[in-house]
């Protein structure tokens, strides 16, 4: 999954989250839907669940969105 389908998978949740521009929140939300092998077993091994960082994303960004490309400045 590592190449164009994580970026498409990362661009749908930018699209959830109402950004235009895509960043590392994106991807690693997408991570969760990989069905690589070692992904699946470090999300497995380290009981990372999606819900959860969607949950801490939300919180830390409160109503602000990716509207440029240096979102954090």
Do not use: W
């Not at 699209?15 to 999300?43: C, G, M, Q, V």
């Not at 959860?52 to 490309?69: C, M, P, W």
């Amino acid at each position: 999954m590592f190449g164009s389908q994580l970026i498409n998978d990362a661009n749908s949740i930018k699209n959830e989250f109402s950004d235009d521009y895509l960043s590392i929140e994106h991807i690693i939300l997408a991570l969760f839907k990989n069905n690589d092998y070692i992904t699946r077993k470090f999300i497995k091994d380290f009981n990372l669940k999606e819900e959860n960082f969607k949950k801490y994303i939300k919180e830390l960004r409160g109503d602000k969105k990716v509207n440029n490309k240096n979102p954090e400045n």
